[in-house]
């Protein structure tokens, strides 16, 4: 089991950028893939990127943030990162991030609240 602790929300207005961190814990970093998701109030929990394991990770981006968002790593700090550009307001959500690239694998930590107004 890994744990995440999530950090960089705010609020910003359309147009503004922000960047997620995810701290996870645990000795297997390296050799996890992880993924940001995000629940906007009275919606389901959607997977918005994912990185795979390994150097040189395969990326994948769900269609509405394709283009804006930028997902990495930085393996030395347990860290994944979520770059969001050109942020609308429909991005407004509470943003997690798991183990897995298809799907989550850890409970869910507290997440951090991403508010983009127009």
């Known amino acids: 089991q890994v744990q995440f602790v999530e950090s960089g929300g705010g609020l910003v207005q359309a147009g503004g950028s922000l960047r997620l961190s995810c701290a996870a814990s645990g000795s297997t970093f390296r050799s996890n893939a992880f993924g940001w998701y995000r629940q906007a109030p009275g919606k389901q929990r959607e997977l918005v990127a994912a990185i795979s394991s390994g150097s040189g990770g395969i990326t994948k981006y769900a269609d509405s943030v394709k283009g804006r968002f930028t997902i990495s790593r930085e393996n030395a700090k347990n860290t994944v990162y979520l770059q969001m550009n050109s942020l609308w307001p429909e991005d407004t959500a509470v943003y997690y991030c798991?183990?897995?690239?298809?799907?989550?694998?850890?409970?869910w930590g507290q997440g951090t609240q991403v508010t983009v107004s127009s």
């Open positions: 798991n183990r897995g690239y298809y799907s989550p694998v850890d409970s």
